[in-house]
């Protein structure tokens, strides 16, 4: 597992051992890349179930200000910390052991805005769509922020939410990735943004 471009191009990012902590495959990474970027011009992106980090120090390498990693479990916060270390991120990680809907509602407190979110739960977990709910709820979305969902491709995200359009949607063996625009009211004149920036 590495990172594939960017700023910290070919680091080798260090597993959480154990089965819990699926990490992406660097072929599902370069896929989702490609989908919804693949450079960004600074923002705010956030790792909810951050695992490794891989997906958070891949966003940062290319072009992202600063990311958050949200994990619930001590063994992936301490593994997050080697690889942004590995990854020479600086003071553009923040790192935090909290379970997702905490973090939330403690980011939100903050007033912090993200243009860019991961969500890569447990497979087992198929609530990604209300934790979007709440992203939006609690203002922690800029207007068209995009929202990358990874899950168990046996399972499949409704396209159409309130405030969220799906942009894509695409199946990597048992691997799918679902990625979402907000559509905030906030937002322009309606007309739907292009995903690549």
């Known amino acids: 597992?590495?990172?594939?471009?960017?700023?910290?191009?070919?680091?080798?990012?260090?597993?959480?051992?154990?089965?819990?902590?699926?990490?992406?495959?660097?072929?599902?990474?370069?896929?989702?890349?490609?989908?919804?970027?693949?450079?960004?011009?600074?923002?705010?992106?956030?790792?909810?179930?951050?695992?490794?980090?891989?997906?958070?120090?891949?966003?940062?390498?290319?072009?992202?200000?600063?990311?958050?990693?949200?994990?619930?479990?001590?063994?992936?916060?301490?593994?997050?910390?080697?690889?942004?270390?590995?990854?020479?991120?600086?003071?553009?990680?923040?790192?935090?052991?909290?379970?997702?809907?905490?973090?939330?509602?403690?980011?939100?407190?903050?007033?912090?805005r993200f243009r860019l979110v991961f969500l890569d739960p447990p497979y087992k977990m198929i609530t990604m769509d209300s934790l979007m709910a709440q992203l939006m709820e609690n203002e922690l979305l800029e207007p068209d922020a995009i929202i990358v969902v990874e899950h168990d491709a046996s399972h499949r995200y409704p396209e159409q939410m309130e405030h969220f359009d799906q942009l894509k949607h695409a199946k990597y063996g048992d691997t799918a990735v679902t990625i979402y625009q907000f559509n905030s009211l906030e937002s322009h004149d309606g007309n739907e943004a292009d995903v690549h920036e």
């Open 1 to 112: 597992m590495r990172v594939i471009a960017g700023e910290a191009k070919g680091r080798t990012l260090k597993a959480v051992p154990g089965m819990n902590t699926r990490p992406t495959t660097d072929k599902v990474k370069e896929a989702i890349f490609s989908m919804i970027g693949p450079y960004f011009d600074g923002g705010m992106a956030l790792d909810l179930f951050a695992g490794t980090g891989g997906l958070g120090i891949e966003a940062w390498s290319r072009g992202i200000e600063r990311t958050v990693f949200i994990d619930r479990e001590k063994i992936s916060t301490d593994i997050i910390r080697h690889n942004v270390q590995t990854a020479n991120m600086g003071s553009a990680a923040e790192i935090y052991r909290n379970d997702a809907e905490r973090a939330l509602k403690a980011l939100a407190r903050r007033g912090q």
